[in-house]
């Protein structure tokens, strides 16, 4: 079944635009403000870890996801990994071309499970995955308790 | 079918800003139903989430964001979303889970984190109208609750002071909810009625607060309630039932699609003189005015009537018919889905006799919850009978 | 088990403490724009308000004129039969006068609000739009109104060019 009329004015209204009129602020959370504070005053990254299953979790949660339990120990994880998986942007969020290509990956650290998603500071070619790299922060002072103070992960 | 049980219940505090994430909010309740069902996360079967709009959170998929608190992780869940009414709907979707046969032990989890959203909630309601019709007008959602509300007295007759009267009632059943948001044990009808007009006949005190907050229950088989627990409350009747879509073009006096999901569930549950088989009620009461809609919707008096059964004092938690004993969204507050908490859950605790200081006088066998949403147009409706 | 229950979690922020930088967190901006098709019944319905007329659809099945227009009944569920020009005056179905604006900022002159049956549309067919030249003592339930159009020239094709609806003055129709 059809519509019984169609409209055959090319300059009739199609389209009514329109944008969605909101911003927001996220808590970090219980396990966000720990994690997010440390990095920020003390250069940390942390991992939790469940008292339970024994595995420690990055970024940290406050509740393991399998068992259900409280999160115990939380454990600094160092600043270097490996290249889990990365993808080169050749693009912007708005479809832009970039002037320059910027990579972004997935860092694993040792023993670990999960990670961080980050920017990779290395020209495309020499980026492989396995390759070991480290984090880089930022000063102290331009630290606001982000993972933007985590300025990249460069090839170590 | 097969029966369902309800054995455990949980919620967070209820409050305009948690530091909480959304998933941190899921965990912390679920954790709470598991506890009291004796059960853990290894047990269940499935999981079932219930979360209003995205827009409030700020993030899109919110159920795949809230799955891991919710105990969906490698599990089969699925996220429930009626608007308002996803607080009884989604225990609705736990229930068909197991009346099927498919699951024995069913998490359901219900969240709304409002405070994310800038400068304020309102801001995302904005987004619910329709943009070619309502949008260019700059509504404010309190507008049609005000529409409503005018109608609704102006069609019987009913004056301010009576509906105020149910504002009072829940604020200060309110004042012995561990969770309350904006309990008053001293409010008064002048209070309310000199309160803020915000869009009249609608005042600052005839409105529930934006909140963030989770809630959660265990729901099982038969078999599994029975070897698991005392305190059991069985799933005896569900319904649901929606309005058209044009909301301008509907009947704003009585909610038809309230008692059409009413009567499916009493039919499930053999119920055919609600007014005499009911014992407790929680209804939807995000304004005042609505727990009346509510109430007549659910076929617990005649239209037009639901505020004199306050004024006679039937409502209240020693009358004849307890309505809101939780305090409701008035008094706890209206994390929209979370509101389970104060609707299935508060039946839950009330039917086991597990309410302590809001527990209900009359002994109550059965009671029957409901929940309101989309666009002012959807009922869920859930019975249930004490153990 | 409420009773029993020693412990409900959730940790309270205050305003401050959410945006002033008391605990960390992370902001957005989402800026999102859409394109929403009117479809047939939308795209004809706001051209019509261009000439200052409005248009409703005919259901021939269950004889209802609705309005605002659809392609379909929603009752009968078969396509709607035929275009009818409807009046311009109307009933107030009901009203608020809103002290609120769109965020829920507190707004001093109030907007008078409601939602209105149109002559010529079947009962309970309606919109929402705003009152003018009422006050709160005057504005009534079932009180009859007419549209004030915005003057041609500045008309766009939206629900707009009603600027409000004013009440219906002795001998008008």
Sequence with gaps: MTFLERSREPEAHKHWYGDMEASYVYSTGIAGERFFSTLRDKGKILGATCPKCKKTVLPPRMYCEVCFSEMGDWVDVGKEGRVDTFSIAQVGVGGEPLEEPVVYGLIRFPKV???????????????????????????????????????????? | MNKVACIGAGMTLFWRRLQETGKEMCWEAASMALDQAGLTLKDI??????????????????????????????????????????????????????????????????????????????????????????????????????????????????????????AVKNKRNAADHPCAQLPDANITIDDVLNSEVMAWPVQRLDISPPSDGASALVMTSEKVAKKQSDDIAWVEGTGW?????????????????????????????????????IHVAEPYDPFDYKECHHTEGLLLCDKGKAPDMTKEGITYRDGDLPICPSGGLLGVGNPIAATMGIKVGELYWQLTQQAGKRQVKNDPEVGVCQAWGDLMQYGSVLVMRRG | MSERIKHWPGKRLSSKELTGGKV?????????KYAWACGEA????????????????????????????????????????????????????????????????????????????????????????????????????????KAVWKPEKEREGAITDIKYWRPLRRGEE
């Design chain 3, 42 to 145: 939308m795209s004809r319905f706001l051209e019509e308000l261009k000439n200052g007329k409005l248009i409703a659809r005919k259901c021939n099945s269950c004889e209802q004129i609705l309005f605002p227009p659809r392609m379909f009944c929603e009752d009968c569920f078969k396509p709607t039969n035929e275009w009818v020009y409807i009046k311009d005056t109307g009933t107030i179905e009901t009203y608020s006068i809103s002290y609120l604006d769109t965020d829920a900022r507190r707004i001093k002159d109030p907007i008078y609000v409601g939602v209105l049956s149109v002559d010529g549309a079947s009962e309970l067919q309606g919109i929402m739009h705003y009152f003018g030249g009422v006050t709160p003592k005057t504005i009534k339930i079932g009180m009859k109104v």
């Design chain 2, 241 to 277: 039932c929606i309005d058209k879509t044009m909301w301008t073009c509907r009947d704003l006096v009585f909610p038809e699609y309230v008692a059409k999901a009413a009567k499916q569930a009493y039919k499930m549950a053999k119920i055919d003189n609600p007014r005499k088989q």
């Design chain 2, 45 to 166: 079967d499935m999981v079932v989430l219930g979360s209003a709009p995205d827009a409030f959170d700020g993030i899109h998929m919110k159920g795949e964001n809230l799955l891991d608190g919710a105990g969906g992780a490698k599990k089969p869940y699925m996220r429930v979303f009626t608007g308002g009414g996803t607080a009884v709907f989604t225990p609705i979707a736990a229930w068909w889970h197991i009346a099927s046969g498919l699951a024995e032990k069913v998490l359901v989890v219900c969240e709304e984190k409002m405070s994310s959203c800038f400068p304020h909630p309102q801001s995302a309601f904005g987004h619910i109208w329709d943009p070619i019709l309502d949008r260019p007008l700059k509504p404010n959602l309190v507008w049609i609750f005000a529409m409503e509300m005018n109608r609704y007295m102006t069609a019987y007759g009913i004056k301010k002071e009576d509906i105020a009267r149910i």
């Design chain 3, 24 to 32: 960390t967190t992370t902001k957005t901006d989402p800026k999102v």
């Design chain 1, 113 to 156: 499970e999960g990670g961080l998603v980050h920017i990779i500071a290395a020209k495309p070619e020499k980026v492989k995955i396995g390759m070991k790299v480290k984090a880089k922060l930022r000063p102290r002072k331009e630290r606001s308790g982000s993972i933007l103070d985590i300025e990249s992960f460069k090839p170590h």
